[in-house]
């Protein structure tokens, strides 16, 4: 696969997080090795290389030239035995002429006559006693092999030390800054190629985009809306009542508004809210859709029939020992259960059950749906999940469409695929689909236009619209349940035992 520009711009945007982990792993990769590196001293010493014959200027023209090809080969001899024995055994050092050879380095400059011994020690010091005492063995090495054989005149070579090694005031080695520098870039380049990988392999939805790409290979509906993510929406379970023009509040009234449009010969009254697998937000969405149904001045009612794993009665301060299974099992009747949340009525799940399955598939069941459904305009069902329960699929004859909700960057291709197979084997339409916890920069910049044409608000305004929302959020029921829209309804009571026949 090959990657343009924008493709990488695109990895940066979406996997920010591992690329700067990576990077941050390789600069203290580079942190660490400075930090436990042994320190290690350098100290070098020059030497000058002359022939001691020639008196005109022709021969020393041609000497010179001698010289510079001669001291070319002097560097090897910088390491051979005949140097380091003797040094090792005048230094006392502990180490072996081996060790101190791979120690030494000889280099001469192309066109000089110049040769510098370096020498490596972790100690300052004797890094400089080492490379004098080298220098002072290579030039008596050297005399003694430019010496003509049987020859007692000496030798026409001379080397001689032009500027001893001095004690070296900082190591060489670590560098920290170079190191630092490179753990930061190969993190950097690490991180890229791994959030590349990422990136190829991942299937998850990241944005509305790919999950309509998914539903129409699939054959299945239309992405009906995008809910962007939002950390405030644990604390503040209804949009609507903590920013009604916030980003999250418009994409439930755009859910509203294709929902109407979604079955137009026949408008859906029971509407089941249903995800591929758990803690994909679908009970975030049946509340918020609900709510925004209501806001419109329909009758709606929310009922929680997730009996693995309810959670509508906590978020909105609810009751939930009585509620859907009391009526199910006979101890109570339908208006003696329902509980108000502001503009909207509630069912919540009551006690869970051994058999949810055989419960939410009964005939009680879809009486109770088809009842409610002639007293209210909406019915909103939060279901279980899809894939690891039978439950969903068990309600569908009482139910006139679901609404299939996917988190972004968690559910996969796969998973989508999978639910929406099984929803369509129960011949009941799926209504469309819903990006839950969508990123807001991914969804183009219409939302960020819809922030800035939010209207503004003076602060009275803002603090009336507060102190309303809170009251709303804490509202409970208290008189007898009424059949005109947004008549208060009552508290769950217990009553007495009444079983089925």
Known sequence: MTLDLRDYLRVLSRRWRIIAIVALLGTAAGILTSTVATPEYRATTTLFASLQSGADTSQLIQGNSFTQARV??????????????????????????TQLAARISAEAPLNTVLVRLTVTDTRAARAARISNAVATRFAQVIRELERPEKSKSPSPVRLTVTQPAAVPPAPSSPNTALNVTLGLAVGLLLG????????????????????????????????????????????????????????????????????????????????????????????????????????????????????RRPSIAPALGLVRDAGLT??????????????????????????????????????????????????????????????????????????DGYLLVARAGRTSRSQVVDALRILQRVSVPVLGAVLN??????????????????????????????????SAAGVRSRGPAAKGHGAPLPVPVPVSAKTRP
């Open 72 to 97: 070319q080969s002097y560097t090897d001899v910088a390491t051979s035995p005949a140097v380091t024995k003797p040094v090792v055994k005048s230094l006392r050092l502990k180490m072996t002429p």
């Open 192 to 307: 890229l190629g791994l959030g590349v990988a990422v990136e190829t392999v991942d299937t998850s939805m990241r944005d509305s985009k790919a999950l309509a790409e998914c539903l129409e290979g699939a054959g299945g509906p239309a992405v009906l809306s995008s809910i962007v993510q939002d950390p405030k929406a644990v604390r503040q379970p209804v949009s609507l009542r903590d920013d009604r023009h916030g980003l999250r509040a418009e994409g439930f009234r755009k859910l509203r508004v294709n929902l109407q449009f979604a079955e137009v010969d026949r408008r859906p009254k029971v509407i089941a809210v249903t995800s591929p697998l758990p803690r994909e937000g679908k009970s975030s969405v049946s509340v918020n859709l609900a709510a925004t149904l209501a806001e419109e001045g329909a009758r709606v009612c929310l009922i929680d029939c997730d009996l």
């Open 326 to 399: 009391t009526v199910l099992v006979g101890r109570a009747e339908v208006h003696q259960v329902l509980q108000a949340a502001g503009s909207f009525s509630v069912l919540t799940s009551g006690m869970i059950p051994p058999n949810p399955t055989q419960l939410l598939g009964s005939t009680y069941f879809g009486d109770l749906l088809h009842t409610l459904a002639e007293q209210f305009d909406h019915v909103v069902v939060d279901t279980p999940p899809v894939l690891p329960f039978a439950d969903t699929a068990a309600m569908a004859p009482a139910i």
């Open 437 to 470: 916890g969508a990123p807001a920069r991914g969804e183009g910049e219409a939302y960020g236009y819809a922030y800035k044409y939010r209207p503004k608000q003076s602060r009275k305004a803002r603090l009336t619209a507060l102190v309303s929302s809170r």
